[in-house]
């Protein structure tokens, strides 16, 4: 039996309260609403971390919450072949119970490594099928298509689009890579009960996908040309999307960057769509596709906020009902709603939330999806309800400060 001797059984208890007695920071973060906010996602810019205390540092970072229990966390770093630690934000997540208005975090130096968790996100490019970009979280999946799909090599698959797709999921564990190796047919069918691609787009915009609006046309891309993957986890993932400039009649040529950041929890991702226009700025739509109505089953269900700020679609099917959703963050300007048929996408409608936007300057906004068999929503109601929200807690962001741990 292997005995450890007194002294580095002392040396070993004295680096870790050292650790623990080490200065640090404190993190403030004030909630300005009165109801519940499940899963509110928390990001620091590592910078300011680093300014107040240099020995924090990735993978030896500890954040406890105001009980002092120790949650998961990601430091970000997006560029990965910088010199020095040059890193982007600190991640994590706390559920502010109602009527809570403040609480306080501390960050601490680990002795050791902390271990890797399990990832609640995952990203990445799928170039064995015609350069999908397909991402998800533990509890939704979506992907979008990329260029090879919309060339000769795809045959009778190929096809125009920069929707975005909706995979719904039953299950928190990551799926997008088990899907893929079922093969097409199979991960449209809920066979091993862990959901299924339920929702088709087409060249329609899908869940959330953006166009340009001429007042009676949406003008819109071909599939992303280029696709780099920022970060993968465990907590936070991003990507970004380039598209190759697109006639958009009238306005002239278009191009557009998109960055999704997608965190854990939640039903929603955070998008900019960064707009090179031939114009100081023009109006975006920012679209929810509408499918005919399936036989024996209610019409859908459009929901639109009275200042414009978000939009919502539920529709049901043999798989269930599904809402969709976007949200402007604050900031964003509105400019009303549209409804456009796509010339390609017969019997789908898209319909338009639509916003101003200026040339380089990113346009944000939120999108997501929930489906009425993933436990999480027993019907339009309480999807309807979660929009309104998380459309809340977007219009009344935190704030958080950072501070050094008296």
């Not at 809570?100 to 680990?110: D, G, H, I, W, Y």
């Not at 869940?207 to 920022?230: C, E, I, M, P, Y």
């Not at 300007?333 to 409804?339: K, S, T, V, W, Y």
Request: net charge negative; glycine share 10%.
């Amino acid at each position: 039996m292997r005995r450890t001797l007194p002294c580095v059984a002392a040396a070993a208890s004295m680096l870790t309260a050292a650790a623990a007695n080490a200065a640090g920071v404190t993190i403030t973060v004030t909630n300005t609403l009165d109801t519940a906010r499940p899963a509110a996602v928390i990001a620091i810019p590592f910078k300011d971390i680093a300014a107040l205390a240099p020995e924090l540092r990735m993978y030896h970072l500890l954040v406890r919450d105001p009980r002092g229990r120790v949650l998961p966390s990601q430091v970000t770093n997006y560029q990965h072949d910088h010199h020095g630690a040059s890193y982007d934000d600190l991640v994590f997540s706390y559920g502010f119970a109602a009527g809570e208005k403040r609480a306080v975090f501390t960050l601490e130096p680990s002795a050791t490594a902390t271990p890797p968790e399990a990832p609640c996100v995952y990203a990445r490019a799928v170039p064995e099928r015609y350069d999908d970009m397909a991402w998800e979280n533990d509890r939704i999946a979506h992907r979008m298509y990329g260029f090879a799909l919309n060339t000769p090599a795809a045959g009778g698959e190929r096809l125009r689009g920069s929707g975005i797709d909706v995979w719904a999921k039953r299950v928190g564990y990551p799926i997008v890579d088990r899907w893929y190796a079922k093969g097409h047919d199979q991960f449209h069918k809920d066979e091993d009960g862990e959901g299924l691609d339920l929702y088709s787009i087409g060249g329609s915009r899908g869940a959330g996908g953006t166009g340009v609006w001429d007042g009676s046309k949406l003008w819109t891309s071909d599939n992303f040309v280029n696709s780099q993957v920022l970060s993968n986890g465990p907590r936070r993932a991003a990507f970004r999307l380039t598209y190759a400039p697109w006639n958009a009649g009238g306005i002239g040529n278009v191009q557009e960057i998109k960055q999704f950041t997608v965190d854990c929890g939640v039903n929603f991702d955070s998008v900019e769509s960064t707009f090179d226009f031939g114009s100081a700025e023009a109006v975006v739509g920012i679209g929810l596709t509408q499918h005919p109505q399936a036989t024996g089953f209610a019409t859908a269900v459009q929901t639109v906020d009275g200042s414009g700020r978000w939009m919502s679609l539920w529709e049901e099917n043999k798989d269930g009902g599904l809402g969709v959703a976007v949200i402007l963050a604050s900031g964003g300007e509105p400019a009303g709603n549209a409804l456009e048929a796509p010339e390609k996408t017969p019997g789908n409608a898209n319909m338009l939330l639509l916003v101003k936007a200026r040339d380089g300057v990113p346009l944000r906004y939120y999108t997501g999806a929930g489906w009425s068999r993933s436990g999480q929503f027993a019907d339009r109601a309480a999807w309807e309800a979660y929009v309104k929200a998380f459309a809340a807690a977007v219009a009344s962001p935190l704030n958080i400060t950072a501070s050094a741990k008296p």
